[in-house]
């Protein structure tokens, strides 16, 4: 069942990249879209059987990055609670 999920993961972040962009998180139209609704039922149902993602150093600068794009503020707090 997890390797399925993760499969089907993969294949709609693909689908995201080729509709939205490499950064499709910073794309205003991929939020709400069918693909992310479906992204985040995966993610959710991955979440449920315990699965846990190993997060790289470049992951995590990645993210930090993509939330200072957004103008996203994280202040000390939430980068703990994020892992930053």
């Known amino acids: 069942m997890v390797n399925e999920l993760l499969e089907k993961r993969e294949l709609l972040s693909e689908i995201a990249v080729e509709l939205y962009g490499e ?3 910073t794309n205003d139209k991929f939020w709400g879209s069918p693909t992310e609704k479906q992204m985040m039922e995966v993610e ?3 979440d449920n059987l315990g699965w846990r993602d190993d997060i790289t150093p470049e992951m995590l600068e990645a993210a930090k990055q ?5 103008g996203l503020d994280l202040g000390n707090e939430e ?3 994020l892992g930053f």
């Open 66 to 70: 993509i939330a200072k794009d957004l």
């Open 44 to 46: 959710h149902r991955l």
């Open 23 to 25: 950064l499709y998180v």
């Open 79 to 81: 980068e703990d609670y």
